[in-house]
């Protein structure tokens, strides 16, 4: 004969899920969508926040596009400049901190020893260099700056 079921086990199984149950009504009451309603709004809080770091990240990104930009440019203006071995030989104009053209930069060596103290130091202002010295030390400091390695 097949194995009977045993009622009194059967029995014993439900008191013990009918105690438990009750048991349940000790929890705290859960307002699961109140706590639904604080996750979303926490994660629109850092998708806010994902968002604004990505505009900042993409303005940083802008700026540096700019600068390596503005540094290539030197530097081929540099190289052309360095080639550069009389004083009526037009020199490559070098582009400022701003990116911009820097305003009346030398068209030769010859304008170069024409500066004045004011002139040498708005060229070596626009350029983040500094302006202490004598007036020949700043034409050299500038001279440098812009590829010259003869004159």
């Known amino acids: 004969m097949a194995e009977q079921p045993d009622f009194t086990a059967a029995a014993n199984g439900l008191a013990i899920a009918a105690t438990q149950i009750q048991k349940m009504q000790n929890l705290p009451v859960i307002n699961v969508a109140a706590q639904l309603n604080r996750m979303e ?5 850092m998708e ?10 993409l303005r ?3 700026g540096l596009r700019a600068d390596f930009t503005r540094a290539d440019n030197n530097n081929f203006a540099r190289m052309i400049n360095s080639k550069v071995t009389n004083d009526a030989t037009a020199l490559e104009a070098l582009l400022g901190r701003d990116g911009q053209p820097i305003q009346n930069f030398p068209a030769t060596t010859a304008q170069i020893h024409e500066l004045d103290s004011t002139a040498i130091n708005n060229l070596l202002v626009a350029f983040g260099l500094p302006v202490g010295g004598r007036i020949n030390e700043r034409k050299n ?3 440098r ?7």
């Open 145 to 151: 700056h812009i590829g010259l390695t003869v004159l």
């Open 48 to 57: 806010e926040c994902m968002l604004r770091m990505e505009e900042r990240i």
């Open 141 to 143: 400091r500038f001279r």
């Open 60 to 62: 940083e990104f802008r």
């Open 41 to 45: 709004e926490h994660m629109l809080r």
